[in-house]
């Protein structure tokens, strides 16, 4: 169930019989010569729309600008500062926990957005410790690649040349559902290099062409579309799982 194509009257039946929201989050920044600006975004988005096919769980809209100060060197891409969006998590949260929703869990498809993440739910849990009262929800961080054998699958489909930023896998999960927005280029090196995360010209001298450690060209739409298919399971079997967890009061 996608919560934007839902009315309010179908939302609070929901809640009748799950208190649990997912909440596709990403990042709108380059991704090399071929991939797309919203492959961070996307990637979240196009499985978890996947996995509510299959499976009575309710997809939030997806939080599509992260933490890319980085990539600020390159055309398109936004970003907001860690204040900004630990800020606007908190408010996604208070909105859905206002409106019952106790376990909310965030498909994270940006490593650039962990730590930021992290730090929004500790903002939110310690209102409640200073309180000195139950925060009323538990939150959970769950990256698209570490669904359960995402990223084996990964390392066996692209075995070398993976790397860690326009990676073939991310793109290949894109090609999948966008098809007729596949791009080609030639890439020199084949292989991009790979360094430290810096501010945007240090990573724009560093990289010149956006890609890190990555080999693009590897992506397929069929390799998109295992990955996808195993990690809306991955997805489906991870909300069960936290919608079953206990609460201790
Ligand atoms: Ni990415």
Redesign the pocket.
Known sequence: MLLHQSTWIEIGQFLERSRTVVIPIGSNEQ?GPTGLLG??WMCPEIIAHHAQKNADILIGPTFNIGMAQHHLGFAGTISLRPSTFIAAIGDWVHSLAGHGFEKILFLN??GGNIASIEAAFSQLYAEASFARRPAGFALKLVNWWDLEGVSALAHKQFPTGHGS???PS?IAVTQWAYPEAIKSAAYSPQIAGSGPIREALDFRARFPDGRMGSDPGLATPEKGGELVALAAKGLAQAVDTFSREQNPS
């Open positions: 991704h492959t961070d498809g940006h930023h326009a990676t991310e």
